[in-house]
């Protein structure tokens, strides 16, 4: 058997479960022996308390994560192919690379990297769309020890500049600009513009893709490409990989929060690796030759771990997308599956919503008869889009997983295990082995027995999870650490059934949940705010049929003789270029006061009631300083 550490029966998930429990240390030294190690995980695997938090696993082993992804398939998979690359246009060419050819573009990248001064250590942040120079780049990063701090492109200016100042990153790695559905997306001018007044990025590296015009600015910007060719006429094919502890860094990756300030969440080298690959390996099943397809961005965790590190590390055979759901038409997905016999398809509740709402005609005459199993992630997911997928997609034959996590987490940490253990729609069901979930009250006590609610904490440390907030481990603490004593808080409700399966009920923080994508509310009334005729804000999720949660604005506005339309509109610019479309209200209320306590709280509860559409039972008012405004505000709904 390829993987002697798949579950194939239930049984044998709650066997491994127990020893996870009973023993985790064991259980993941066991784990680890089926990686390449410099050297082997020995003596002590696990340190750990949540009070700092300190959480360090196989510390003083030595690897690389790149030697597990790619030299180590080499022998016996070089030809395998490793990416299947298939561009936004339809009519383009895909591209299909090897082991032994991503291994090589990897070596001659970290030469590039090398060749430009960056070292061990530093911080290179990348900024590109979904073509394979951007698994090349994070690969190239990990070979030479480098840290990489992707940044989604749908990111503004103002937003990477915020995440180069966070991480002092000193390289940046770009494209000319991007395809994504009908549009051209055009990164370098916008990393340009994050760069003004900037003085620690040293240069910056362009991959071509569109070919726009951009600006190349002498001694600081050069071209992928030219700096490729002179690796490759060199015969520079192989480089050695760094030698990294277990416990080094290898990426940070930033994601909101319930304060305004994004957080870089900080994962390591050895315990990221064996946990993106033990998750892939045990909830898809993975089988050697599969085609497994995640359609998320790489510039998400999801993509991270279950397009890059997860799949390389089994020697699996990833496909990566550059497109959307619904360019040039919504049979997009069902044509790729069909063209590459895709096995496995992994993508989000809001994708499969999207492409609900066309029907099934798009589904007509597709061969998706390669698909074997069926994956969702980053919300929950309605019962109505579950049994779509189940139907049309999966054609009632593929196991749905639900698959729970957050980016903190590396990877997924509650599913079921397809076709291995139960499934239940709008639940993501049991722990992975070495996962300890623990709901608790308000006041953190234990919620124990089934058929209970509560908030969703973890008890004990699985080797994936976070090690820090970069640069800044008080706020690690503060927020993951600190709600409730010795245990890691998610943010998340649940509930958890009469057998004992979770299902995840959303966020109980400020945070929204807007087409799988997190966004803190305070960071968006923060952008809100930051337009000349705002005096205040409150934004609020409410439910929406394809997001999952729509993003709701309440705007206190005094800007003078300009027409209220015009007004919203250059409060979206406003958001837009704080931090990026994605963060762009649906809805903005004009309002001329918010609902406030005595002591000058919003009474968040009220907003988000008023705008799930509920006019009655808004709980008590009593305690509003001026319970007229209520009343307005409801008349006013949008
Ligand atoms: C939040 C994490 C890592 C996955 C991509 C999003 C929500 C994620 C599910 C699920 C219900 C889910 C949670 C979580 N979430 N997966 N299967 N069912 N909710 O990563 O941006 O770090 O967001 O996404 O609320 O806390 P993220």
Known sequence: MPYP?????????????????????????????HFYWRKKPSGKILNWNFKEPKIEWFKGAKLNITEN??????????????IIWEPNDPDEKPRIISYKKLHEHVCRFAHVLKNNGVQKGDRVCIYMGMIPELAIAILACARIGAIHSVVFGGFSAQSISDRLMDAQATFIITCDGAYRGAKDIPLKNVIDDALIGNKTVKRVIVCTRTRIPVSMIKGRDVWWEEEMKRVEEQGLNFIEAEEMDAEDPLFILYTSGSTGKPKGVVHTSGGYMVYTNYSFVNVFQYQPGQVHFCTADIGWITGHSYIVYGPLSAGATSLMFEGVPTWPDAGRFWNIIDKFKVNILYTAPTAIRSLMGFGTAPLDRKDLSSLQILGTVGEPINEEAWHWYDENVGKKHCPIVDTWWQTENGGILISNLAGVTPAKPSYATL??????????????????????SGNLCIKFPWPGMLRTTYGDHERCRTNYFATYENLYFTGDGALRDENGFYRITGRVDDVLNVSGHRIGTAEVENAINMHAGVVESAVVGYPHDIKGQGIYAYVIFKGEGIEESLAKKDILQTVTRVIG??????????????????SGKIMRRILRKIAEGETQNLGDTSTLLDPGVVDEIKKGKI
């Open 581 to 598: 479309a994605i963060a762009k209200p649906d809805k903005i209320q004009f309002v001329s006061g918010l609902p406030k306590t005595r």
């Open 5 to 33: 550490y798949q579950i194939k029966t239930y049984d044998q998930y709650k066997q491994a479960y127990q020893k996870s429990v009973e023993d985790p240390e064991a259980f993941w030294a066991d784990i680890a022996e």
């Open 431 to 452: 722990p992975l082995p070495g996962v300890q979930p623990i709901l608790v009250d308000e006041n953190g006590k234990e919620v124990e027995g089934n058929n209970v």
């Open 69 to 82: 992804c790619l030299d180590r398939h080499l022998e016996k998979n070089g030809n395998t192919p490793a």
